[in-house]
């Protein structure tokens, strides 16, 4: 357990904890990369989305071991980081940036880190291969079907964004065509056109985002080919997956994260478990076998239909997903009394709020879990609990996202008798 300190937890929550995901091999120890050396990607350096994409993998693990020890290390030692056995192409989920080059021509990749500047991007040694390949016809078909790439500075031009997500069990593959416009053009040959050259996309998806956002998809949708939707197999659990619903890119390492997250929690079948932060049910509906009630909470209301249906199609009746903002939720239900026996949280990088962590010591369930994808905000999160009664027992890190700075770790959190 953490010493008495003169910072309370109040105190730490006027500061958002620090955005330090980009870890460097410089962090991990390693000397600075001869720049002479040839390197793995031909665009490294230049779109930032793997720092570390020429840092040998046992390198990369030791430099994020010691950042988790030192930023949790006096509320409990870390376990060894889980590994990738294969840590190449492993996100299942890919999006391209469309748009035109500074002498107008367009292209297709990756921004530029801290810029708007699109670097042309052809295959990504951490990307999906065939989603590469479906983004790449794609570039090459603008030219027939005169579709012209938007333009934000000039706020001109058709097509903003390609996202294709794959199903690993499965082998489904959804492709959304962000479009500033809702209309096509020639779009049944389009889609006759993309399906002929790859039998294997499934469904295909028109989003319509016209605002001037950093938010990549819309809130208008048309599915122009298949079901709208993607369904893949987790934990021996079937889930269904729509364009705007959160699920992890990283497939295989999900099954361990989340088989070790509810192995944390030693269900029973007599407890009642609430899964905060839900997304489409995937940690609670693996979890229902094992318990005897379960309620999660999403924000997102395609998410929220998402889990639902996931509900229906694993024929379970011991789970109800809600939607709601997870802190309000738990906080109505600190000030109605309600109790439940164990807690999943998996909040977002910016950790979760004092209110709902005041409101789960309130609840007082005997075990939390939290799935934390940033080790600064999860030791900041970790200070209030540790402060409100409850003491880290167990914290196991799993290497979701090799070649970059990405630290995930599940944290097993008790109530201190």
Partial sequence: MKKNTNKTAAAAYRKPAPDKQKTTAAASGKPAQDKKKKSRCPVSGQCGGCSMIDVPYDEQIRGKQKILDDLIGEYIIPDKFIRMKAPDHYRYKVTSVFAPDRKGKPVCGIYREGTHEVIPVKSCLIEHIQADRIIQTIYSMLPSFRIHVYDEDMDIGLLRYVQVRAARATKEIMVTLVLTDPV????????????????????????????????VLGNRETVIYGKGYIEDILCGKRFRISSRSFYQVNPLMTEKLYNIAIDCAALTGRETVLDTYCGIGTIGIIAASRARRVVGVELNEDAVRDAQQNIKMNELDNIEILQGDATEFMVEMAQEGTKADVIFMDPPRSGSTEEFMRAACNINPKKIVYISCSPWSLARDLEFFVENGYEARMAIPVDMFPYTGGIETVVLLTHIK
Avoid: A, G, Q, W
Avoid at 191 to 215: A, Q, S, Y
């Fill in 184 to 215: 096509l053009p020639s779009r049944n040959t389009f889609v006759r056109e993309l399906t002929k050259r790859h039998p294997e996309i499934t469904t295909i998806i028109l989003n319509v985002n016209d605002r001037n956002t950093t938010m």
